[in-house]
């Protein structure tokens, strides 16, 4: 009943942006902890940015002051807009959603905590 689909991903050069797009289907995300993460080849599945509300996020340290996670909730929609791109970004990222927290303190993202998940958006960049 529930669907995630990303968009947006390809092939970006180093200092480039890219703009990901995650829309929902048969799911709330206005009541949902949205998230991104993304996984390299050989490499364990790591949060990059999430949205428990238009206003509580949290990034990785890694993107922090690179990447903005934003909500469209009246339209089921996230983004993650990626800008200052480097080669160590280059991944299959996917849009994740939970139950939504009712209080918030920054906690890391934690990929077994989600349970709605999309099916990925490759992104490579090149030197």
């Known amino acids: 009943q529930v669907q995630l689909v990303e968009s947006g991903g390809g092939s970006g050069q180093a200092g480039g942006s890219l703009r990901l797009s995650c829309v929902g289907s048969g799911y709330t995300y206005r009541r949902a902890y949205m998230a991104w993460f993304r996984q390299a080849p050989g490499k364990e599945r790591e949060g990059v940015a999430g949205?428990?509300?238009?206003?509580?996020?949290v990034y990785a340290d890694a993107v922090t002051g690179r990447f903005t996670i934003s909500r469209d909730d009246a339209n089921n929609a996230l983004s993650l807009d990626m800008n200052s791109l480097e080669p160590e970004d280059s991944a299959m990222y996917y849009c994740?959603?939970?139950?939504?927290?009712?209080?918030?303190?920054?906690?890391?993202?934690?990929?077994?905590?989600?349970?709605?998940w999309g099916q990925g958006t490759q992104v490579t960049v090149s030197a």
């Open positions: 994740a959603a939970r139950p939504q927290l009712p209080t918030w303190q920054g906690e890391r993202l934690g990929a077994s905590d989600f349970n709605c």
């Open positions: 949205a428990n509300d238009p206003r509580n996020v």
